[in-house]
């Protein structure tokens, strides 16, 4: 099992930054990729960043140019740097974490952060 604990969520006003920390601990085998999710009320979940084991990034078209996401030191933790902040950015953020070998990957997610925007 692995678990993914998340932090640095919070109230942020418009154009200001926000930097979201999630480690990951336990049976940790192949960690193969992290990522961040958000949720708005009435919203499906959507992907906002990932990053692979290798380096390679995505981001969604709303977050292209204002966030970075980056592995930390130990590369089980990953950061989400958040700059530009609009009230749309308003969600709550979920970490993901993928390991294991393909087709047969395991996929984890942290408890959630809030992070409200207000204009």
């Known amino acids: 099992q692995v678990q993914l604990v998340e932090s640095g969520g919070g109230l942020v006003q418009a154009g200001g930054s926000l930097r979201l920390a999630c480690a990951a601990s336990g049976s940790i085998f192949r960690l193969n990729a992290m990522g961040w999710y958000r949720e708005a009320p009435g919203n499906q979940r959507e992907l906002v960043a990932d990053i692979s084991s290798g380096g390679h990034t995505d981001y969604a078209d709303s977050a292209e140019g204002r966030f970075t996401i980056s592995w930390g030191n130990a590369k089980n933790s990953v950061y989400l740097q958040m700059n530009s902040l609009k009230p749309e950015d308003t969600a709550v953020y979920y970490c993901?974490?993928?390991?294991?070998?393909?087709?047969?990957?395991?996929?984890?997610w942290g408890q959630g952060t809030q992070v409200t925007v207000s204009s």
């Open positions: 993901n974490a993928l390991t294991g070998y393909a087709p047969h990957e395991t996929e984890y």
